[in-house]
Each structure stands twice: as C-alpha cells, then as structure tokens.
C-alpha cells in the first residue's frame, strides 16, 4: 500500500523519488484538518467557487486515505492470498464504505452553502446565535471571533444585536428544533463550527468553553468533539 500511495503522491505533486519523501501519516492527517477547519470566506460567497477544485477529481490525501484504507480491509487481505486469520483481523467491506463515505463528504455542499434548504436554513441559524454566545461569553466579542463568523455565514448575514439576551433565548429555542430535525453528523458540525469561532481569538477561555459543553449537550453531541476540533484547528493544512 505505502509504494502505491507515494506513487499518488508523485503524481500528484511531478517530483521523483529523490526529492519527494512524503510523511504519509501527516499527508492523510490534513483531511482532518479539512473536516475540522471551514475554508475561509470574508466576502459574501460565491457559489460557482466552493469547493471548486473538487468537481472532477478527488483531493489527493482524500485518494491517498482511501488507499491505505483499503489496505486494511478483509478484501484486499483476501486478494493478497493472506491466511484466514489475517483475514479476520482486516476491516469489512461495511466499516471500510463507511471510513471512505465520511472522508468523501468534505467534497459534497455543506449546510453553509445550501441556500434552499430548510434544514441547512436552521442549521445556520443555531450557528449564528452559538457563534454570538460563545464569542461573547468573556464579555465582548473579539474581532477575530467576528471574522471566523463571517468566514462561516458570510459578511450579510452576520448582524450583531445589541440585547444578547434575545440570542441567548433564541439558542435555546432552536437547539432543542435542530436536535429534532438534524441528523447527528449536522450537529456535530454544528458543534465543530462554533468551536471555530471560540478559537479564533487563539485562546479559548473557560467561560466560552462552558458555552460550548452546553451548546453540544443541547445537541446530543459527545463534547469530545470539541477537543478533537481544537486539535484539528492546531494543526491546519500547509
């Protein structure tokens, strides 16, 4: 699998085995970052321009994961003449679908781009009114906080009010809305999202973290989702 997957990257990037000695753990890892980190987008967006560099091929770690993925898997085991107890140990053919499917997804539109929607229309409500909260827990709502907020939503459509208290209420109301008509995966972007907008600021206090553990109890999401998202944000694509 390790030849077949320098081989994409090769390719992918035209230099020959003396110059590229690719770190495939940390190639792979930057689909992570993808999933965790929203592309940023200070202007209105464009809709003809998201995610275009997607439409006809695979971004390459997404190629390179599959790969190794597939390396894994009882099939190739299988194809490869292993003995039948290595071929048990291997992923099957639904876990394997299921690895890819997820990884695929950071190419299909997100709730932030559909604009017809009725759910992505919710969805981006609750974000804008965590956005505010979090952003605002310490007291004031940093500038970079802002930006993050607009880079998710668009410049328009971020509008801050100045009693809080209705965006506080606002949440609760539609949290409980979302947890009824989102499926999990939404809410856990929910959730990755406003932990964007905590992090902008490069600090993430404790007060904006408790408004992020209710926001993802008010979910249904394991907060675990937060640590894995900051973590992802630490170490952004090249």
Do not use: W
Not at 1 to 25: F, Q, R, T, W
Request: hydrophobic share 45%; charged share 25%.
């Amino acid at each position: 699998m390790e030849p077949a997957a320098h081989a994409l990257l090769k390719i992918a990037s035209g230099l020959g085995a003396g110059v590229i000695k690719p770190d495939l753990a940390a190639f792979t890892s930057q689909v992570d970052a993808l999933h965790a980190t929203p592309a940023a987008c200070a202007d209105e967006r464009d809709e003809d321009f998201v995610l275009d560099c997607f439409d006809t091929h695979p971004y390459s770690p997404l190629r390179v994961r599959a790969l190794l993925a597939f390396g894994r898997s009882q099939a190739f085991a299988r194809a490869t003449g292993a003995p039948a107890g290595q071929i048990d140990k291997g992923i099957d053919n639904d876990e394997l679908e299921r690895l890819v499917e997820h990884d695929l997804s950071v190419m299909e539109p997100t709730y932030l781009e559909d604009k017809t929607e009725e759910t992505s229309a919710l969805m981006r409500r609750v974000l804008f009114c965590a956005g505010v909260c979090v952003a605002a827990a310490n007291g004031e709502i940093a500038p970079t906080e802002l930006r993050a907020l607009r880079a998710l939503l668009g410049a328009k459509n971020v509008d801050i009010p100045d009693d809080l208290s209705v965006i506080r209420q606002e949440l609760t109301d539609k949290m409980v809305e979302a947890k009824a008509k989102v499926p999990f995966a939404g809410r856990a972007q929910l959730v990755q999202h406003a932990t964007i907008v905590a992090a902008a600021d490069g600090v993430v206090e404790a007060r904006e973290l408790t408004v992020l553990f209710d926001f993802a109890e008010g979910l249904g999401v394991d907060p675990v989702v937060i640590d894995h998202t900051l973590a992802g944000a630490a170490a952004p694509m090249d």
